[in-house]
């Protein structure tokens, strides 16, 4: 939101991702900030965005997307030279390799919950409210509670509730990776899942945002130890696209 009303106050709606697509202004506004490793965060932003568009909504884009990654790629080779950066770890992010090793294990142990949970977020750039799907048939739904809606081979997410729902509105993702569709399905089925229950529960009750934040931490750590939560994975998923 920051990036989108710095430099373009002209577009009403910032669901139009056309304003993504504005290199010269983006250009200009990146350059103009103070450090590379402010930089970076903006270069991962916007590949983000254009990602998405590309994924949901089928734009033609992979050039321009190419052109922001290698300016993500010039960044990164910047701030590895430089003193401060080489010094210290990176927001603790992970390697995707370390990651599938995590997925791996769990899978080994039949940590079905955690499985679902991690796999999801690969995939997905969800904060808590990863652990707050209810399962649905898509009939009769709440505008106040984010689900996961199936209807024969056919998937998706809908949030209704996550941290800036005021400014997006509601989101839907159709869930087409193979992989994760058999783990859902495996894991409804095994978990005895009924159409109206939580995905994830603890202690028969729905996981709160702060037991999925422990959660997380508690099987990355007893797996890979490492202590991950939404926003390190996020970090080390994108992190994996621009290497």
Known sequence: NKLYLSFNNNVNNITDLDWIYDKKNLDKYINNLN????QKTYYTIIITLISYDIDHNKANKKSVLDYWIDLSKKNRKERAEDQDFSTKKEDNIITIELYDTLLLKLKEAK?????????ILKLYPYRNEVS???????????????????NGTNMKFIRNVYKTANLYGAKTDIITDKPLKKLIKQYITEM???????????????????????LLQQYSNKYIKEKLSTTIIFKSVINDWIK
């Open 35 to 38: 450090t590379i490793n402010t």
């Open 111 to 119: 940590e079905l919950q955690p499985l679902l949970l991690f796999s």
């Open 132 to 150: 707050t799907f209810i399962l649905s048939n898509g009939k009769n739904m709440d505008t106040d509670k984010n689900y996961l809606v199936i």
């Open 192 to 214: 005895n899942i009924k159409n109206n229950d939580y995905l994830f529960t603890f202690k028969n009750e729905p996981i709160t945002n702060m037991k999925t934040t422990a």
